[in-house]
């Protein structure tokens, strides 16, 4: 092939960027004097998906990634369209018309369901749906309504840890971020008093990372209580405490919180281990959770005892983990919310790679590991897709020219790197009146005017 290898990425969040990152630098390619010419596409005006729009407000130190995103967009191989949705403004046989491979790095943005009764009642929420709000979101309704003295948070992963944070700080600890002002208006007017954290597991099983547990502590007026009947560790415990450093310093953070006194603060933050939700309770509205006490088999896994315990709360919120969505033109593994793939190759539904079609991050993965960790799974795909790099289909239409001509025909809005950068600058714009380094753009709409604008960087 004499021309660049073109390749359409779905997705600029953090797994689609480092798969472009990787094929820029990829050494078979250009030990046979192969370039690539990669274009990332987006859903949204904005890139870094997660990263802008998953992680907590005050969490300056993994929003440091957009550094490292931005000099990845940045390289002259990589071209940024956002504002472009697959499935709604492109189809497959569009991107494969256009590119000789396409990945998708769609991410999961749903919520994984629990069924138990009572999940639906007004007062209880997904995870996702939280978090799109305080991260000011553009597809979600700026309006929320914190309510309730004592509220429920179902999960122990590090999701469940942020809301649970969130829920708890006061709203003028996050006047220094990015959060707009009716996220703020909406976190200063709750009246929270005590957040409840329930795991199904034992504190060995907590899948949230120390970095996050630790930070439950260093609220001001903020207490973390673990209740001593909590903390129990069986031989599998005990094992995965051996086997693993993460777990074990977990197991002596949440140890040391329930040997200590208390401290009498204002607001409650607790930890409750071995308690499996059952109901949410209520008739019109959330009243209450009912959790079952586990205990553990001894192989780190637990059962029930049929002990149940009532818990008084005005709402529910659940991180029992995140789904992806499905692909217009592909096959959809709905239980596990991913694409079927073998080292990243798409499978139709006979379980053969379909041409020129890969996956990577969370959509093909599901929602595990933490944002660094997207990488290795990059490599994987994109090791598949230069290994096939002469058996792909090429493209009809290789020209970058001719697939920006192809969304002004349609009339795509779309918002280019350049654009971007406006959003970012006038974002700073703002911050810096109100004496932040940035404060948010929600809107769709005049982020994509921004964008748009003739105006200069």
Known sequence: MTRPLRVGIVGAGPAGIYAADLLTKDETLSACGTSVSIDVLDKLPSP????RYGVAPDHPRIKQIQKALHKILDKPEVTFYGNVEYGIDLKLEDLRRHYDAVVFATGSDRDRPLDIPGIDL?????????????????????????????????????????IARILAKDADDLLQTDITDNVYDGLRAKQITDVHIFARRGIAQCKATPMELRELDK??????????????????????????????????????????????????LHLHFLHNPTAVLGKDRVTGLRTERMELTGDGGVKGTGEYVDHEVQA???????????????PFDEEHGVVPHS??????????????????????????????????????????????????TPAVEPDPLAFRSLLTERGVEYTTWEGWQRIEAREEELGAERGRKRLKIRSREEQTQIARSTTSV
């Not at 529910?316 to 592909?330: D, F, K, M, Q, T």
Request: charged share 25%; with cysteine; net charge negative.
């Open 219 to 268: 609220q001001p007026g903020v207490e973390v209580v673990v209740d001593p009947e909590d903390f129990d560790m069986d031989e599998g415990s005990i094992q995965a405490c051996e086997a693993s450093n993460q777990t074990k310093t977990n197991v002596k953070i949440l140890q040391s919180w329930a040997l200590r006194d208390e401290r009498g603060e204002s607001k409650r």
């Open 48 to 51: 870094y998906g997660l990263v």
């Open 316 to 330: 529910v919120y659940r991180a029992i983990g995140y789904l992806g969505s499905p692909l217009a033109g592909l």
């Open 343 to 392: 080292e990243g190759r798409v499978l139709d539904l006979d379980e053969q790679p379909i041409d020129g079609v890969y996956a990577t991050g969370w959509i093909k993965r599901g929602p595990v590991g933490l944002i660094g960790h997207t990488k290795g799974d990059a490599l994987e795909t994109i090791t598949s897709l230069v290994a096939d790099r002469e058996s792909l």
């Open 122 to 162: 007004p007062g209880s929420h997904g995870a996702a749906d939280f978090v799109f709000w305080y991260d000011s979101h553009p597809d979600v309704s700026p309006s929320w309504h914190v309510e309730g003295t004592s509220v429920a948070v179902i999960g122990a992963g590090n999701v469940a840890v942020d």
